[in-house]
């Protein structure tokens, strides 16, 4: 494609998708002066607003890697400085869960990141975000089927998977000592 860099390994700018999961009261607001201040931001990067960094649980970070995103960051205020008191803890011990998470799965732990700055940090935000794209530009594009969704392994302890034998179905309630 004509106009767009990107490694070979990775595709074009166009096909990298990353998820920013950004708090309102610092993340957000470093974005939102970024762009007053007209700083480019990478194409690739689709910013989610959040009340706290609190609120994005490990389901929100593995749902959007499954339905397209090639790398999920969450961004939130300085550590020690949450206006949730504790949100930007939870957050780092979430997003220490999903990289376990996907590293157990074969999948890069370094998909899923946690950023922390101050409203007044746009360009830590900038940092972030451009720090976001180089990494994600570097690894192989996410295994998708045709239809775009990324290809899940068969389920750990299924009859197919361990081998044995198909599941019993479930006998019904007169045969087991119900009704009559």
């Excluded at 593995?62 to 939130?76: P, Y």
């Excluded at 376990?100 to 830590?124: D, H, I, N, Q």
Aim: net charge neutral.
């Amino acid at each position: 494609m004509a106009g767009t860099t990107g490694t070979a390994a990775a595709g074009t700018t166009d096909d990298r998708r990353i998820v920013a999961f950004c708090c309102r009261e610092c993340a957000y607001a470093a974005a939102d002066a970024s762009a007053n201040a007209r700083t480019p931001l990478p194409p690739a990067v689709r910013l989610v607003l959040m009340p706290c960094t609190g609120r994005v649980s490990p389901l929100h970070l593995l749902s959007a890697l499954a339905e397209g995103a090639d790398g999920v960051m969450v961004a939130g205020c300085l550590l020690g400085q949450c206006h949730y008191r504790e949100g930007n803890f939870m957050a780092v011990d979430r997003v220490a869960f999903v990289q376990r998470l996907l590293k157990s799965v074969g999948v890069e732990p370094e998909r899923c990141r946690m950023f922390t700055m101050s409203a007044g940090e746009p360009p830590k935000f900038v940092a972030a975000v451009r720090e976001m794209d180089r990494v994600i530009a570097g690894l192989p594009p996410l295994p998708r089927s045709e239809a775009g969704e990324t290809r899940q392994a068969p389920l750990i302890g299924s009859a197919v998977d361990i081998g044995g034998p198909a599941p019993v179905a479930a006998a019904p309630l007169a045969a087991v000592g119900g009704a009559a």
